[in-house]
């Protein structure tokens, strides 16, 4: 699958870099929230060439949708995700 870069080039979609990039954000919250609930969640927004800023929309999006009354710990993390993104 491509994703489309904010430059307008073509890149694969990497896994990777979404975990990695969840992992920061989640610091010490990993055990309530797992990255595999979140990737599971983000498979149903990822489409081939979706750009990297709605990427980062979808994963803010996917977090949000998981909170719940039995975990709320997603509303932290989406809230990191949002912080991460406007520094960027």
Known sequence: MQVTKSDGSLQDFNW???????KRAAYWLNTKCP?????????NYVVE??????INKMIIKSAIDLIDKTNISW????????MKNLYK
Not at 16 to 22: A, L, R, S, T
Not at 35 to 43: D, G, H, N, P, T
Not at 49 to 54: A, L, P, V
Not at 75 to 82: D, P, S, V, Y
């Open 16 to 22: 990777g870099k979404i975990e990695k990039f969840y």
């Open 75 to 82: 509303q932290n993390i989406a809230g990191r995700f949002m």
């Open 49 to 54: 060439g979706i750009s990297t800023r709605d």
């Open 35 to 43: 990255y595999s609930a979140l990737e599971q969640s983000l498979k």
